[in-house]
């Protein structure tokens, strides 16, 4: 059985009881962290974040409709939703990254990751808006297939696909000064 | 939202399994699970017969008792401690 196939077998027994749920907190609980701590970067916080998105989970359950696509990106998406929340009343947010997260988009865009490479992109990034950084995270800090981009953001994965080109290729724009 | 990036040299310190583990409580999830559950189908006072009738029955009382106080007033007037006739 492939995993989202396992998942929705998990997520129908945990529909059917609540308390099965166990095996998809603990199957998911590391990922889920790791995913809110690339943003919180806060062990506390991420922490609190963490739970209340398993609890929002728990809740909707029953409005979840197993799809064969991983139950992963649906609990990223209430994750998404509670950074959201945390970060509701700053009209502007510091995201800190390293020079090995980024690797994957430098080299997409063609930079080799020296120095001044990364501060450029540094900046290019800080230039995109709320939708087009929510996709270059997941897709290239995240590292998830278009598939869980698409879903986490709630639509095709064609259009995830083109959307992601245009905003890399907003990215090479953007950099070309700094080239 | 915007985002302001900023990328420091080198990779991140790595979150271990155990560290992440540390934080994992199942018990306090299902505790909350069935808290908020109950607050979620708690029916308002108003839906519930018995309570509702206590309501109405507070309500009756809070009028019958305006209006005792009402006519009372209207029967002795207080005098006017000036003692001018208006």
Redesign the interface.
Same mark, same amino acid.
């Given at each position: 059985m492939t995993k989202a196939g396992d998942d929705d077998a998990l997520v129908r027994a945990a529909q059917a009881d609540?308390?099965r749920f166990?095996i998809l907190? @603990?199957r998911y %609980?590391?990922d889920v %962290?790791?995913f809110l701590?690339r943003r919180a970067r806060h062990?506390e916080i +991420?922490?609190d974040l +963490?739970?209340q998105t %398993? *609890?929002k989970a728990?809740?909707a359950l029953p409005r979840y409709q197993p799809r064969g696509l991983p139950f992963r990106a649906w609990l990223y998406r209430i994750a998404l939703n509670e950074i959201?929340m945390y970060?509701?009343r700053? =009209? @502007?947010?510091?995201?800190?990254?390293? #020079? *090995?997260?980024?690797m994957p988009l430098a080299e997409e865009i063609g930079l080799d990751g020296r120095?001044e490479d990364? #501060?450029g992109? #540094?900046r290019a990034? =800080?230039r *995109?808006?709320?939708a087009q =950084?929510r996709l270059i995270e997941l897709r290239y800090f995240d590292g998830l297939p278009f598939a869980e981009v698409a879903q986490v953001i709630g639509i095709g994965e064609d259009a995830a696909k083109m959307r992601t080109h245009r905003v890399l290729a907003t990215l090479r724009q953007y950099l070309v000064p700094h080239k | 939202m915007k985002r302001h990036y900023r990328i420091a040299p080198g990779a991140p310190q790595p979150l271990t399994d155990a560290e992440i583990a540390a934080h994992r409580d199942g018990k306090r999830l299902m505790f909350n699970y069935h808290r908020a559950l109950h607050r979620m189908h708690r029916r308002p006072l108003y839906r519930d017969p018995k309570s509702f009738l206590a309501l109405l029955l507070i309500v009756l009382l809070a009028y019958l008792l305006s209006e005792s106080a009402q006519k009372k007033r209207e029967e002795h007037p207080i005098p006017d401690p000036t003692g001018q006739q208006p």
């Open positions: 609540p308390r166990g907190y @603990e %609980f590391n %962290f790791r701590h062990r +991420t922490a +963490t739970q %398993f *609890l728990m809740l959201r970060w509701r700053r =009209s @502007e947010v510091t995201v800190d990254l390293h #020079a *090995l997260e980024v120095e990364l #501060a992109l #540094a990034l =800080s *995109l808006n709320d =950084s | -």
